[in-house]
């Protein structure tokens, strides 16, 4: 059974910065696809950054957010630098065994119960 639990969110004013984490855990070998999602209160949730092999980035993330990951650890990252209010949702984690970065949600089977990043101005 594989768990996927996000955790470093919190609150932060606009300009500054946030690192979130997610450990991947269960069986004995994880590859695959990996990536971060979020939800605003009345939006769709949305992709903003995957990896696999190479790494993928939605328009509002580029330039500001980078994905990266520590294999060993099973623990995937999102290091988000010049946050705006309008960062401010739910961001989710996702895992998936297929192979290739993807944004949407369709690409990915296991998901975390989420982590509150908000964003003041």
């Known amino acids: 059974q594989v768990q996927v639990v996000e955790s470093g969110g919190g609150s932060v004013q606009a300009g500054g910065s946030l690192r979130l984490s997610c450990k991947v855990s269960g069986g004995t070998y994880w590859r695959g696809r990996m990536g971060w999602f979020r939800q605003a209160p009345g939006k769709e949730r949305e992709g903003i950054a995957a990896?696999?092999?190479?790494?993928s980035y939605a328009d509002s993330a580029k330039g500001r957010f980078a994905i990266s990951t520590d294999a060993p650890k099973r623990t995937l990252y999102l290091q988000m630098n010049s946050l705006k209010p309008e960062d401010t949702a739910m961001y989710y984690c996702?895992?998936?065994?297929?192979?290739?970065?993807?944004?949407?949600?369709?690409?990915?089977?296991?998901w975390g119960q989420g982590t509150q990043v908000t964003v003041s101005s």
């Open positions: 996702a895992a998936d065994f297929s192979r290739g970065s993807s944004l949407r949600r369709d690409a990915y089977t296991f």
């Open positions: 990896i696999d092999a190479a790494t």
